[in-house]
């Protein structure tokens, strides 16, 4: 691991990294991309937190989240555009469409550790864009390098995180909304009914009364004996459950 850049948590309780895994795979993230012509080779550059924060006071910069909706959700760099998809993949050809007429302007991207960014900027070059850069590191690697040189945060609220932790705090903005009352709250949780599991945003008063589920029907649930549960879960396929705000129409909140 020589000469690797290795993200250390900003808000680490112990719960963070804790586990190493190496994988072999074609890709390191699904992109849908089959063009024989696109190469990884040509791809943005990069910028530290300084140059990010330089970038951002220019009034022909453009910058784009490249992270899933209930990551944004919760925080991101100001006037960050979210392309809103569920799907790394469906993202790319949507941040070209909705970038266009902006081929000649400064586009920074930018993820959560600095993965997706990098290929989303490459793929940014190759669809005929200019000024490209990519936010090296990501937003772990921002805050620090931030904090480090006693810079302004940029990015407001929390950085949502994929292990135990389910987020770290950037600032004390809270930007996001408790998925069941609506009022301010940004710490994702999972349904407490194993049948469901849930991802959604729940706050301390309606954890407590829901006991930490998603909905009076699950709440119930979790009290049932726990064979009665085993039943209910029977032929369930969880897959990735995540409550999406913008998908929610006839119902307002959870717990109804």
Not at 15 to 22: A, D, E, N, R, T
Not at 117 to 140: D, P, Q, R, T, W
Request: charge should be neutral; proline fraction near 3%.
């Amino acid at each position: 691991m020589n000469d690797l850049r290795l993200n250390i948590a900003v808000d680490d309780d112990g719960k963070s990294f804790w586990v190493l895994k190496i994988k072999v795979r074609d890709k390191i993230v699904a992109d849908g991309i089959d063009d024989p012509m696109f190469s990884m080779e040509n791809k943005g550059k990069y910028v530290n937190a300084q140059q990010m924060n330089e970038l951002l006071k220019k009034p022909d910069t453009i910058v784009i989240d490249m992270r899933n909706h209930y990551e944004y959700e919760v925080g991101h760099f100001e006037k960050a555009i979210e392309i809103p998809s569920d799907t790394f993949r469906d993202q790319l050809p949507m941040a070209v469409d909705m970038m266009q007429g902006n081929e000649e302007k400064n586009i920074i991207m930018y993820c959560t550790g600095g993965i997706r960014c990098e290929k989303a900027s490459a793929y940014m070059l190759h669809k005929g864009f200019k000024n490209v850069f990519h936010l090296e590191g990501g937003i772990i690697n921002y805050a620090r390098q931030a904090k480090e040189a006693a810079l302004e945060s940029k990015f407001i609220g929390k950085n949502f995180v994929f292990d135990n932790r389910l987020g770290e705090r950037i600032t004390d903005d809270i930007i996001a909304k408790c998925h069941q009352c609506g009022k301010p709250a940004d710490t994702h949780t999972n349904c407490k009914n194993n049948g469901c599991h849930l991802l959604f945003i729940q706050c301390e008063s309606c954890a407590a009364e829901y006991d930490g589920c998603c909905s009076t029907a699950c709440k119930d649930t979790i009290h049932m004996p726990v064979e009665r549960q085993k039943e209910l879960r029977k032929g369930i396929e969880n897959g990735q459950n995540i409550f999406n705000k913008s998908r929610v129409r006839l119902r307002p909140r959870l717990g109804e």
